[in-house]
């Protein structure tokens, strides 16, 4: 007997459909898209070398 790996149960298909829908996105999870696309721009993507401020001058 072999594992059916690509098994979507009915819960997660009904899931799929609901996250579809505009009005399923709060404003706070409007906010948490927002901030996490910022968190991924920020790990994925190079940045530019930031210079040392003053409060890092005498180390």
């Keep these: 007997m072999s594992i059916d790996r690509n098994y979507v149960s009915e819960m997660d ?3 799929i459909e609901f ?3 505009p009005e399923s ?3 706070s999870r409007a ?5 996490y696309k910022r968190v ?3 790990r994925d ?3 530019a070398e930031r210079k040392p401020g003053k409060l ?4």
């Design 45 to 47: 993507e190079e940045q």
């Design 19 to 21: 996250d579809k829908k």
């Design 25 to 27: 996105h709060s404003e």
């Design 13 to 15: 298909k009904f899931l």
């Design 40 to 42: 991924h721009k920020l």
């Design 56 to 59: 890092w001058e005498s180390f």
């Design 31 to 35: 906010f948490e898209e927002e901030k």
